[in-house]
């Protein structure tokens, strides 16, 4: 399988707890996003790299939330001192750059229930 | 105001007839636009993409751009049961890098 993917799949925890999530891009893929979706919202773009740079966060981004891509590869999203409010699916997507275009392809998140 | 809106619905069509999806966008200069289908419990899957204005045909799927107005649609002809999901407009604007910008998508039920 060549396409996104993301781990673990489901997480649930305790409010107060720290969550660590992880991204696998697609191989040659050079751009990696984060999103966070609720039910019945689109997506919602909390932060991206370019290669192992992060160029951008969300500016509702909580100093709660860290995301590291450390050699270009793969990413983590880590999510300290969780709320009830942190319950969301978390996206991570990838994509190439080439030609002015920069369409991305997603994984198939990570479910986070926050008790 | 939201930079990306699109009617909810939920949205019925008859299998076999021609589904209608609008997406309006309120960044005048935004560059790429794409239209994303998600079944319930799963991530986006793209669609398609479309960069300049007019139409852009794949398959039973076309995607028709309009920067003078704003807008851009998705049909989808000959409706299956399969192509029931929420259908995800996203948006690249232009001041802010290339994160996308999504709708809150519209419910799409094609009834057998």
């Known amino acids: 399988d060549t396409g996104v993917s993301q781990d673990p799949r489901h997480k649930i925890t305790k409010r107060g707890q720290n969550v660590t999530f992880r991204c696998d891009p697609i191989?040659?893929?050079?751009?990696l996003y984060w999103y966070r979706q609720t039910l019945g919202q689109g997506p919602e773009f909390l932060t991206y790299f370019q290669n192992e740079a992060q160029l951008e966060k969300s500016r509702l981004l909580s100093d709660r939330f860290s995301a590291e891509r450390p050699k270009g590869s793969f990413s983590t999203l880590e999510i300290q001192r969780t709320e009830q409010g942190d319950s969301a699916m978390y996206l991570c997507a990838s994509s190439l750059v080439e030609w002015g275009t920069d369409t991305q392809y997603f994984g198939p998140g990570t479910r986070l229930t926050v008790l | 105001q939201k930079e990306v809106e699109q009617n909810s619905g939920p949205l019925s069509v008859p299998e076999g007839a021609i589904a209608s999806l609008n997406c309006t966008y309120s960044d005048r200069v935004s560059q790429s636009f794409f239209w994303y289908r998600q079944y319930s419990g799963k991530s986006p899957e793209l669609i398609m993409s479309i960069y300049s204005n007019g139409d852009k045909e794949d398959g039973r799927f076309t995607a028709q751009l309009n920067k003078a107005s704003q807008y851009v649609s998705l049909l989808i002809r000959d409706s299956q049961p399969s192509d029931s999901a929420t259908y995800l407009c996203a948006v690249t604007l232009s001041n802010t890098g290339n994160q996308f910008y999504f709708g809150t998508g519209t419910s799409l039920t094609v009834i057998p």
């Open positions: 191989s040659e893929h050079n751009r």
